[in-house]
């Protein structure tokens, strides 16, 4: 009875994070986001050490294949299809405190921090350091703008239940009754703004 209570205390403190104001939920599920990336990729380079040993060099533009325009549109296209999902998944449904959004932030940040602690990029890094460094140059700006994505549209589904799978929707909502507020539409055109320039940098340090 005790666990129950416990369990049930916890999913409600989980919860409090749809009644939140739009900046303190993205600076929670941001941080969240961060942690799961990085203990992904740590657990990954303990297991892949040996990837970061003896590593052959790649010229950056062997990576590109027809150009600059071409490789940006790849760029932001892939990483707008994931914000895309991840607003489908959160719009479309969620069971008690769980969305299929919020579930495609959290597999991101494990096959990101898993393909980045295995080294296994199409342009392998000489060193963890340089990886990291890459990060801080390209790959936060594109992990954060899933993270607000997320977090806006986290509180917008449409149906609602309180169990999976459904056994009666608790709350029906139509499209029209989805608002955002003011700082909800800046923080979604922040991401699309972050987007945009991680994917300039990304091309530059591809096509050099």
Do not use: H
């Not at 060193?127 to 954060?144: C, D, F, M, P």
């Amino acid at each position: 009875m005790k666990e129950e209570k416990a369990e049930n205390s916890i999913i409600q403190r989980i919860g409090n994070i749809y009644q939140l104001s739009a900046i303190k939920r993205s600076v929670i599920i941001w941080l969240v986001f961060q942690c799961i990336l990085w203990l992904a990729f740590g657990i990954s380079y303990i297991i892949n050490k040996d990837a970061w040993s003896n590593v052959i060099e790649v010229e950056s533009a062997a990576a590109a294949v027809g150009g600059w325009w071409s490789t940006f549109l790849f760029i932001i296209v892939s990483n707008l299809f994931i914000c895309i999902l991840i607003i489908l998944g959160n719009v479309f449904v969620r069971f008690n405190i769980i969305t299929p959004g919020l579930i495609i932030l959290v597999v991101q940040g494990i096959m990101i921090g898993w393909l980045a602690g295995s080294n296994g990029f199409e342009i392998p890094f000489a060193s963890v350091k340089a990886a990291n460094l890459q990060y801080l140059r390209i790959g936060i700006w594109e992990t954060t703008a899933y993270a607000l994505t997320c977090a806006v549209t986290l509180p917008k589904s449409l149906l609602i239940a309180d169990t999976f799978p459904a056994k009666k929707w608790s709350q029906i909502r139509k499209f029209k009754d989805i608002k955002t507020s003011i700082t909800e539409t800046i923080i979604l055109s922040l991401c699309v703004v972050l987007l945009i320039a991680a994917a300039i940098i990304e091309t530059f340090a591809i096509i050099g």
